[in-house]
């Protein structure tokens, strides 16, 4: 609209001024990029229909909207200096370690070399014609007329000849680097292996041929690598884009590797280091901020977890770092879909931003990457105290070792001593969804025994052979596949701390509301909770109250309202009351448990399987000084109550109430300091 103003003089441009300065906006100011070829060609589609002038042809697209992936590539040209990192040649699932290991090795004298300059060549002059060229053709392409059909067709031709030529030259040298990291280091593959050396020379003015740098360009062509530099040269040349929008693709953690591969995330926790694998959304805001010229903005929607933990670390945090800023931000909103989310929206200025900030649609003086209005001190450390006493229970990773109940009880009915590796078993969802928190089924557990003893326990080592090795059998990572019939995550550190314990204090990793609750310490816990390894009723008390739950809300990820519980985020940073870990405080403890028992109840459902040991591993049975932990004793298993004692009364005071230790929770916080 304000184009057709300025052009018509009139505030009320005609609508034919108005379409016509659509397309002209359209023609040279639009761009955009996704990695599904479908998706590009909707939005020629829809920008056609926008800037459609009667009587004109379709408008030339190509050049502006493509098909790549965004964060897979180079944004200026000074990143082919990089050379080829040595975490290219990283040994991953189906590589050969000595080959990984051989190229790795030559590369990092390579790199070396080059960083002392021993063998430091400059970019070559044939390069760098190359590079003006590319300008100087998008220039030429970007300036041609397209107002009839001929006009059209020319426009395309220029563009094709002009991508088979130095474009597509260097994009052949740009491939090299990132296709390494998705080589396969193997012997029938070593020859398409390239070094750092290679690759200079290729810099230096080599030309690229042979079979490696053929297989490089058809990774790189397979993986749509995106090379911002010389799909929008001007616009890079230029110091980047005015305005930057999206809808970032969100991804959270280990799904990264299972949707795109351990290559692509070695990849991008190099090219964007210092990161982890948080989240997807982190690495497109990265490219974002990377794409923006100074004083620049960019807007987007996202998942709200976008200011919470790992997820911040390695987006926001690191831009913010860098010169961003947030002007504003809408911590959480419901998605206007169908879809059952809550998204956040936020603006951000390349630069700093002197008006005025808006958080929540309030006027603020400054909008932290925590999405707060004051300045933060900095990431928690981890305290020593805190360390090895919170576990994830263990992912034992394949539904073979389940049993129901009934099946349990008639196996161990049919021989007694499956009793040895048949357990209760316990998940989030129980925790927070059984009021009786009775565990709904039992499972298998071979510990870290070796196939030799697993095998003696009949029809349980049955079972796991028949349904959990075909699984396991078609699994990445070779020690599953291998040891087939053991968790593939045993918390074997849970286990052990829970050696001489009765009872402990669990909570759903993911949950609305932080609930610890009280549970025995002979089941099986799977990964969907965290543990905390203390039978200590005032440390329940702590981890329960509201200014932990606070500080686990900020420091955790989250998921809408849906608080992820991360230990080493929240528990290992948070600081208990001083002494508290040498010194038990009786009258905290003596509140934790009443309350706890209040909540829920004085009783809980009984059920009934034969008995079984305490859970144990080899380690925690080896000679130790330390008393053993009692066994549960020869009688049927019932879940009810567990009778073990109240904790130890100050001498001072008066003796605290008994209570019930197991099926209890405390449903509302307590505040104990």
């Excluded at 932990?629 to 073990?644: D, E, H, L, M, S």
Aim: net charge neutral; hydrophobic share 40%; with cysteine.
């Amino acid at each position: 609209m304000a184009l057709a103003i300025v052009r018509t003089g009139d505030d009320h441009p005609s609508p034919a001024a108005f379409r016509e300065a659509i397309r002209d906006v359209i023609k040279n100011c639009i761009y955009g990029v996704d990695l599904n070829p479908l998706a590009v060609e909707l939005c020629k589609v829809a920008l056609w229909l926008e800037a459609h002038v009667p009587g004109e042809p379709l408008g030339f697209l190509d050049h502006h909207i493509k098909c790549g992936n965004s964060i897979v590539g180079f944004v200026h040209q000074e990143e082919l200096d990089k050379g080829i990192p040595d975490e290219a040649f990283k040994t991953l699932p189906g590589d050969d370690k000595d080959i990984a290991a051989a190229a790795r090795k030559v590369n990092k004298a390579e790199r070396k070399d080059h960083a002392s300059g021993q063998k430091k060549l400059p970019l070559a002059p044939a390069l760098r014609e190359k590079l003006d060229a590319v300008l100087a053709r998008w220039r030429e392409i970007s300036a041609l007329p397209e107002h009839t059909l001929a006009e059209i067709e020319a426009k395309k031709t220029h563009y094709d000849a002009a991508n088979l030529q130095d474009a597509g030259f260097l994009r052949q040298i740009a491939a090299i680097p990132i296709a390494q990291f998705y080589q396969p280091k193997t012997a029938g593959n070593k020859p398409c292996l390239i070094t750092d050396a290679t690759y200079r020379a290729y810099l230096a003015g080599q030309t690229p041929q042979g079979q490696a740098t053929a297989s490089a360009w058809a990774i790189a062509e397979r993986k749509k690598a995106f090379h911002w530099f010389l799909e929008f040269p001007e616009i890079i040349a230029n110091g980047g884009f005015d305005c930057i929008l999206g809808n970032p693709p969100y991804l959270g953690g280990t799904h990264i590797s299972g949707t795109y591969g351990h290559h692509f995330c070695e990849y991008v926790k190099w090219q964007y280091a210092p990161t982890g694998l948080s989240d997807l959304v982190a690495f497109f805001v990265r490219r974002i901020f990377a794409l923006l010229r100074p004083h620049g903005f960019t807007a987007f929607i996202t998942t709200n977890s976008i200011k919470d933990g790992d997820i911040r670390k390695d987006g926001l945090e690191q831009i913010v770092a860098a010169g961003a800023t947030i002007n504003m931000a809408v911590r959480g909103i419901k998605w206007p879909g169908v879809a059952n989310l809550v998204v956040s929206l936020l603006s951000i200025y390349r630069g700093e931003w002197k008006s005025q900030c808006y958080l929540d649609g309030k006027v603020v003086e400054m909008i932290s990457a925590f999405f707060e209005t004051f300045a933060d001190d900095g990431e928690p450390s981890s305290l020593k105290e805190n360390q090895n006493i919170l576990f994830e229970g263990s992912k034992f990773l394949g539904d073979g070792f389940l049993l129901e109940h009934a099946d349990a009880a008639r196996m161990i009915a049919r021989n007694s001593s499956l009793n040895e590796v048949i357990f209760p078993v316990i998940n989030g969802g129980e925790l927070n969804n059984e009021p009786s928190l009775k565990p709904g089924r039992s499972i298998i557990n071979f510990f870290d025994w070796p196939l030799e003893k697993a095998s003696t326990y009949g029809e349980a080592f049955e079972q796991v052979f028949n349904l959990v090795k075909p699984v396991r059998d078609g699994d990445n990572r070779a020690v599953r596949r291998e040891k087939w019939w053991q968790y593939a995550e045993r918390a074997i550190g849970l286990y052990r701390g829970l050696i001489n314990l009765e009872r402990c204090f669990a909570a759903a990793a993911t949950t609305k509301h932080l609930s610890f609750v009280s549970l025995p310490s002979d089941i099986v816990y799977t990964q969907a909770l965290k543990v905390f390894t203390t039978d200590r009723w005032d440390q329940f008390a702590v981890v329960q109250s509201t200014i932990h739950e606070v500080w686990a809300r900020k420091h955790s990820g989250s998921l809408g309202a849906t608080l992820r519980y991360s230990p080493s985020e929240c528990f290992s940073t948070f600081a208990f009351p001083a002494g508290q870990w040498q010194h038990p405080n009786p009258d905290l403890a003596a509140i934790a448990a009443a309350t706890s028992c209040s909540a829920s109840g004085s009783a809980s459902p009984t059920f009934t399987t034969s008995s079984t040991p305490p859970i144990s591993t080899p380690a925690s049975t080896s000679s130790s000084t330390s008393a053993p932990r009692p066994a549960i004793g020869t009688a049927p298993k019932t879940f009810r109550p567990n009778t073990a004692p109240p904790p130890a009364a100050s001498p001072k005071k008066k003796p605290m109430p008994e209570s019930s230790a197991y099926g209890s929770c405390m449903w509302n916080s307590i505040t104990p300091f």
